[in-house]
């Protein structure tokens, strides 16, 4: 980890005249100082969004799931396509910190402490919803394998849906863990510079004790290593088993054996469009652009690229399968999905999720922070109606005609879904204000190798 | 016990005026309380550790305490059988035979009785008795809120003895003015009650008895009556039939009283490589025309044309001269009848005594077997002209009073008004109802009477064939039967239940056993060989009549719904949710019109955001009267001719929830189902629709209802590769194989135990919908509303599919489907076979839980709330499904239904399980399930255990074909049979062998226990 020879075509990570002490500075800041007003603005209307969820989920736990648009054909909808969103944009936090870590790529230590509060806000999110589209949440227990008195009452483990619980909470507890690892010694940082002594013994406590001796340097650098090594495959294995829930049915339009690899690259292609539409605006916000500089923008961006490519791979191979299976139900399916009464969600996808990301072969473009934003969101919605066209359109139209109907959502849908963002939004902002947003103790390490003024000294002559 | 012993208390008490005797009495206590010793003492008082608060403070508590454990909590009072009745053992149901005869609808049955509670009407099997969906949702009738619970008198209660006494004194009065008394009542085809009214007349004098069916059969009557000089109605035998050609007639409706789909089904069956043809002409889309092998679209004009030619073509030879498309079909259909000889029959449902003359004199021509004119029917003996008399009497002051039974009129009749300023010309007006209806709220006097299953009487259905109503639990209500108030103020003090008795004794029964008799619920006495008179008629004349019958641009053609029927028990949430066998819509009534008619007119039917119907609205106006209604779009509807169902719009005695659909009656008029000069007007605004099927077209699907035809089927050799029923093949090693023969999973021995396997034949199943009315009342369906249904969240355990195919037939559609080549030809195919066809080829599949031996479902719930039975069912465990609805989705069948809400006992639906009285209807031994589980049918796991255990306690094997489920019950075709497929001897085991059985969507692999028969269509036209 620690910072090397870096070739001068290589551009800075670190922007500016930038000593260890700036650095500090620079990411205690938001926590040091006040709030200012867009920041409470921001907060205010997302937990307005938050309790108008809460508000809604009281209101399908206390009456029924019927206040949702679902019905005999389409059991699941806007439930299951915001769990596997949520999901989806789970993804970059842990890709970015596990798998860049194992690749040595120092671009990720601007972003990575962002990307993973993002994934555990997102993983959150996404969890909240399997929990909620149960008939009965009171017995939400039951998909728990506890011992009981019942003999053999036990889950069924040959069920995905099962799976994605296991799946989803070893997710969840390992990024955890991996994030609270790597805020140790930013923990630590904040309180060695806390004046207010309340502050001080907060980051005492979530600092676990740092000191900063040698010894913790090396045990937390090694402890990284193993839970980069940990958290690699899950990083496949989340949304490989998500998309078992569908793969593993026999509905024509889930049925199909792509879906793992397809299913990670969307989630990779989403996490990273949400990690961009995040840190754009914070970097901004929270005056952080010379860390989170133009040229982490524009690797993120080549990211998206590729794995938008990929998922448009994915869906022409669907269609190519689709057609060279000659089943006639499977055929349909996906004539259907492209043609049928829900062909402008399709259109959505198609042009959100495939064409969009096509722009960033410009290096004008991708390195252009507002179209960057942009094509984020974008990308965002297109994952959101990939998730809502391969749920809603397989269930609508299946097998037998006479079972074919539509869906529609009810305010109570899109309450919770809002109510979900505006939750998402409550803890990121939170976490904006609290938490050393940077990995300043990583950056640090990066500071000679790859700052802008210590690359300047070294290699002037090429100015 | 008082005593007058005295006490001594000591000596003194013998001294007369003793002081201290005196004091002693005076005062309470001998000595004075030293209270001041302890008030007075302030440093005791003070030491107490009791304070005055701390007193209080236990008082407070102890009276609290007192009051609290004085209240009770809530009780729910069960009561036991502290003695047992002896012939009652709880948890055993007890069946009693039975008869429905409600003016409307006539039938043999079973009721189940659950220790006291009639739950189930089965039909009367021994008795040939057959069930359709009314009779067997009839049940719930019974528990109905708003029932008319106690006799009153203009809208005020009374008892029955005030009622009675005025009643007898204005019958007096008006027997002293001379006026007679009408009678009217719909057909009851009772001797006792006939005799009854007999009895009545010779007290009262110039009584006039009218009998009145709200859905007439008045030309039939007549018509028979002219050729075979009684007023009944003749019977078909259609297993006998190898030609049907029916024109208008809904036979598998409720024509002539209905009850023909066993005959036919039976003849529908190719055994032995026959089959019998069936060509309809008709102007709605019927059951009946939906299967017909060959269904020609014809105006209710038209069919009097068609009449008119098949006669002279049957009877004289002579063709029509003109070649259009309809004659053709005519000609084909004359020259099939021909041939067909005494085996071909002519059915017609046009209202008209001249079409019914030619049709019975084109059957005595054909000589046909089919037509039974010996045995005739009571189930109909309304006579329109009589009633068109009282009417007009009425009005005119010429009758006394007016007592109606079995009836309602003010809502039936096409004149009510008419009807209800008679009502007030006449000195008094009575009515017998079960329901506080339109007409129990127009007349003087209302009075309750029971439910059927709640009453005595007979009935002579078909003559000859006697049968019994008892009593199956004591009146819910202050009720008393029509009968018994007859009695009553005919001044006997006998009962009904004598009068029956007796005269069943001395009349009917001979020297053979009353309790045998109720025991079976019928008897038939012995035949009496009666040759059939046959009259002469002047057929030219009816004829020539008939050819003056004018047709008009836009004809109406009223008709009646399988669910609702003529609309007695519109209050009825079971018939109002059932989806109409043809059009899958609930809840509603509607005009139905062709395709062009609707575009020409610009009426429109569009689907909403979730996939709801909507129609636009019209105003219908024929003579005067005019309705404003939806329109649906009808495939197979004849041009210039629209469709509207009788039986719904009723205001009174229902829930707002019930109060569905327009009143058709108003455009009944002359009691003529076919009017003529209708007129339509577009008016703005949209109706809901709530279907429950809301894609017509099968897509060329052809493997999913398997067809072929009579000629393919007797034939191997004009299909030698067996096409019309492949089992579908995979790959497997690079080999194709069958499909069914590849397994992922080691499989169990299922050859030990039972194995249930449920047979549907599509050739038998008529799509009728009995079944899906005795698996709500069997499985305790919930009933969930317009709006939920609307919204596609019906919970029909049991739904009957119907397609439409998109060109003349499926086998069409299929081409049609192989033709699309290459991915923009594919769309072309597919977009088109959205659209169903002018007069499309109709196919029902009755869809439930397919009880896959693979099944889905099972794999994909995380908490295992559904498995595998032994015995080949698909099960569910309510108690652990925590609603997922994973196996719903995973379902190819898509036959789970989901607990979107708390559907009992919740005010927001309304219906039976919301109110005390309808939960009586519940099936104690299938439990209601809470919201947020998933459920679906169960292949009546409750009935199979039921005889398993019942056959072990009687220590024997189980008898062949014991089995049973409510569908297969209730299945009066014969198309559903069930049973346990590792006995051989079982009629199901058989089945699943039969070269048509073929599984739904066997490719998938999921291995069904429901097995399905190949249709098979008679297309032969020669």
Not at chain 1, 35 to 64: E, H, Q
Not at chain 2, 123 to 134: E, L
Request: glycine share 8%.
């Amino acid at each position: 980890m620690s910072s090397h020879y870096e070739a001068p075509i290589r551009r800075p990570l670190i922007v500016g005249d930038k000593s260890y002490h700036d650095i500090s500075v620079d990411v205690a800041a938001p926590v040091e100082g006040k709030a200012n007003k867009l920041w409470w603005t921001a907060f205010s209307v997302a937990l307005v969004a938050f309790l108008w969820g809460i508000g809604c989920i009281v209101y399908t736990i206390g009456t029924g799931i019927g206040v949702w648009g679902l019905n005999k054909t389409v059991g699941w909808a806007w439930d299951i396509t915001n769990f596997v969103w949520w999901v989806g944009i789970g993804h970059a936090g842990t890709l970015i910190s596990a798998v860049l870590l194992l690749f040595r790529q120092k671009w990720r230590m601007g972003i990575n402490r962002s990307a993973e509060a993002m994934t555990i806000f997102s993983v959150i999110q996404a969890g909240l919803f399997p929990v909620i589209h149960m008939g009965r949440v009171w017995n939400a227990h039951f998909v728990l394998p506890l011992p009981n008195q019942f003999g053999t009452l036990w889950t069924n483990f040959n069920s995905p849906l099962l799976w994605d619980v296991f799946a989803i909470s070893t997710y969840l507890s390992v990024s955890l863990v991996f994030w609270w690892t790597g805020l140790l010694p930013d923990f630590a940082m904040l309180r060695d510079r806390a004046i207010r002594p309340f502050q001080k013994k907060i980051y005492g406590l979530l600092s676990f004790g740092w000191t900063g001796r040698a010894k913790d340097w090396q045990r937390f650098e090694e402890v990284s290593l193993v839970l980069a090594g940990l958290a690699t495959p899950l990083v496949l294995s989340v949304h490989t088993i998500v998309s078992f829930d569908f793969a593993t049915s026999v509905i024509p339009g889930w049925h199909t054996t792509i879906f793992p690899p397809y299913f990670v690259a969307g989630a990779v292609f989403s996490g990273f469009a949400m990690v961009n539409t995040l840190l754009i605006i914070m970097r901004k916000v929270s005056n952080l652009e010379a860390y989170i500089t133009k040229q982490h923008i524009e690797l993120m961006n080549i990211v998206i690229m590729i794995t938008g490519s990929i998922v448009g791979c994915a869906y022409i191979t669907e269609l190519f399968i689709a057609w060279y299976s000659g089943v006639e139900y499977e055929q349909y399916a996906f004539l259907n999905r492209a043609t049928g009464p829900y062909w402008w969600a399709y259109l959505l996808m198609m042009s959100c999720n495939v064409f969009s990301p096509q722009f960033m072969w410009f290096k004008r473009l991708r390195t252009s922070i507002t179209f960057s934003f942009i094509i984020s969101i974008v990308v965002n919605i297109g994952m959101w109606f990939e998730r809502f066209v391969i749920i809603v359109t397989s269930l609508h139209r299946d097998y037998l005609p006479s079972s074919w109907t539509m869906f529609s959502p009810t305010f109570v849908d899109i309450g919770i879904f809002i109510g979900t963002i505006g939750f998402f939004f409550v803890l990121f902002l939170l976490y904006a204000r609290t938490f050393p947003v940077i990995a300043q103790a990583e950056v640090k390490s990066i500071l000679k190798a790859s700052g802008e003024k210590y690359k300047k000294l070294r290699d002037g002559n090429h100015e | 016990m008082a005593s007058n012993k005295k006490y001594w208390k000591s000596v003194e008490e013998l001294n007369k005026n003793s002081a201290i005797v005196d004091t002693l009495k005076q005062n309470e206590f001998p000595e004075e309380i030293p209270t001041d010793l302890f008030l007075g003492d302030k440093k005791t008082l003070e030491a107490t550790s009791t304070t005055r608060r701390d007193f209080l403070k236990y008082v407070g508590f102890t009276t609290a305490a007192v009051t609290l454990a004085s209240c009770e909590g809530p009780v729910v009072k069960s009561i036991p059988y502290i003695i047992k009745p002896n012939d009652i053992i709880p948890g055993v149901a007890e069946y009693y035979a039975t008869t429905i005869a409600d003016g409307f609808d006539f039938a043999n049955v079973l009721v189940k009785v659950r220790e006291g509670r009639p739950i189930k009407i089965e039909p009367n099997k021994d008795a040939n008795g057959t069930t359709n969906a009314r009779v067997q949702a009839s049940v719930l009738s019974l528990y109905d809120s708003l029932r008319l619970k106690g006799p009153k008198a203009n809208g005020a209660e009374i008892s029955w003895n005030e009622a009675d006494q005025q009643i007898i004194a204005k019958l007096n009065e008006v027997k002293a003015s001379g006026l007679p008394i009408a009678v009217l009542t719909g057909t009851s085809a009772s001797p006792s009650t006939k005799k009854l009214i007999a009895k009545f007349n010779e007290t009262f004098e110039n009584v006039a008895h009218v009998e009145y069916d709200a859905v007439s059969e008045s030309a039939t009557l007549d018509a028979f009556e002219e050729m075979y000089g009684s007023r009944a109605l003749p019977d078909y035998h259609l297993e006998k039939a190898e030609v049907i050609v029916s024109i208008g007639a809904d036979f598998l409706g409720s024509w002539q009283g209905g009850g023909f789909e066993a005959g036919y089904s039976k003849g529908r069956v190719p055994t032995s490589g026959k089959m019998s043809r069936h060509i309809q002409f008709e102007s709605n889309m019927s059951l009946s025309g939906a299967n017909a092998d060959k269904r020609i679209m014809a105006k209710p004009s038209e069919q009097n044309q068609v009449l008119l030619n098949l006669y002279q073509a049957v009877v004289s030879g002579v063709v029509s001269s003109e070649a259009t498309p309809l004659n053709v079909a005519v000609q084909k259909a004359a020259e099939q009848l021909k041939k067909a000889g005494s085996k071909a029959v002519v059915l017609t449902g046009i209202q008209d005594k001249n079409a019914q003359l030619l049709a019975l004199a084109i059957n005595k021509a054909l000589n046909s077997e089919v037509l039974d004119v010996s045995a005739t029917k009571n189930i109909r003996k309304g006579n329109d002209a009589d009633v068109a008399q009282l009417i007009a009497d009425m009005n005119e002051g010429k009758i006394g009073a007016v007592i109606i039974y079995n009836s309602n009129p003010v809502y039936t009749l096409p004149n009510s008004a008419a009807f209800v300023e008679g009502l007030k010309k006449v000195k008094l007006s009575v009515a017998f109802s079960m329901q506080d209806n339109e007409t129990a709220n127009a007349v003087q006097y209302s009075l309750a009477t029971p439910h059927y299953l709640e009453s005595w009487g007979d009935v002579e259905i078909k003559k000859g064939q006697y049968s019994l109503v008892q009593p199956t639990i004591k009146t819910l209500f202050n009720t008393r039967q029509f009968q018994d108030s007859l009695l009553a103020w005919t001044g006997s003090k006998a009962t009904y239940y004598d009068f029956l008795k007796e005269t069943w004794n001395t009349e009917i029964l001979g020297d053979k056993s009353w309790n045998q008799a109720l025991h079976d619920g019928v008897f038939a006495a012995d035949a009496v060989q009666s040759e059939a008179i046959s009259l002469e008629v002047d057929l030219e004349t009816a004829a020539a009549q008939l050819a003056e019958v004018k047709g008009s641009d836009l004809e109406l053609q009223l008709y009646v719904k399988i669910g609702l029927g003529d609309g007695q028990m519109a209050n009825n949430p079971w018939l109002q949710e059932f989806p109409d066998p043809i059009t899958r819509t609930s809840w509603d009534n509607y005009l139905t019109i062709s395709k062009s008619d609707a575009d020409a007119l610009g009426a429109v039917n569009n689907h909403v955001a979730n996939g709801a119907l909507n129609g636009s609205m019209v105003e219908l106006s024929i003579n005067g009267v005019s309705e404003i209604l939806p329109v649906l779009i009808q495939p197979g509807q004849a041009k210039g001719s629209l469709g509207l169902a009788l039986g719904y719009g009723r205001t009174q005695g229902l829930k707002a929830e019930m109060q569905t659909g327009k009143n058709a009656y108003k455009f009944y008029k002359n009691f003529n189902n076919f009017q003529t000069g209708a007129t339509l007007k577009l008016v703005g605004g949209e109706h809901e629709f709530a279907c429950v099927q809301l894609q017509n077209t099968l897509m060329g699907r052809g493997d999913i209802i398997k067809e072929t035809t009579l000629e393919v089927f007797n034939d191997a050799s004009l299909d030698p590769k067996h096409t019309w029923n492949l089992i579908p093949v995979v790959s497997l090693d690079h080999e194709e194989v069958e499909a069914s023969s590849v397994d992922l999973w080691d499989s169990f021995d299922r050859t030990i135990g039972h194995h249930f396997n449920l047979s549907i034949d599509l050739n038998a199943c008529t799509g009728c919908g009995a079944c899906v009315i005795a698996c709500h009342a069997e499985n305790n369906v919930p009933v969930v509303g317009k709006d939920e249904i609307r919204r596609s969240r019906d919970m029909h355990w049991l739904r009957i599919d119907r397609y439409y195919s998109h060109e003349e037939d499926f086998a069409g559609d299929n081409e049609v489907k192989e033709n699309g080549k290459g991915a923009m030809g594919f769309k072309k195919a597919m977009d088109a076979l959205e659209d169903p066809s002018e007069n499309p080829s109709v196919a029902f599949q009755p869809v439930m839980c397919q009880h896959c031996n693979h099944a889905p479902c099972e794999t994909v719930c995380p908490v295992a709330a559904t498995s595998h039975g032994r015995q080949g069912q698909n099960q569910m465990a309510y108690n652990r499904c925590v609603g997922t609805r994973y196996c719903a989705n995973n379902c190819p069948y898509k036959v789970r239904r989901f607990n979107w809400f708390e559907y009992p006992n919740n005010s927001k639906f309304d219906y039976n399980m919301n109110d005390d009285l309808g939960k009586m209807v519940l099936n104690p031994d299938v439990v209601v399930r809470s919201r947020g589980v998933m459920e679906k049918c169960s292949m009546c796991i409750q009935m199979t255990q039921a005889t398993i255990l019942k056959a072990k306690k009687e220590g024997r094997p189980i008898n062949t074909n014991e089995f049973e489920t409510a569908c297969s019950n209730a299945c009066t075709a014969g198309a559903m049979v069930f049973g346990d497929v590792n006995k051989p001897e079982d009629t199901v085991t058989g089945l699943a062998e039969d070269k048509r059985a073929y599984h739904l969507l066997e490719h998938i692999g999921t291995k069904p226990n429901v097995v399905y028969h190949v249709k098979v269509r008679n297309t032969q036209e020669a």
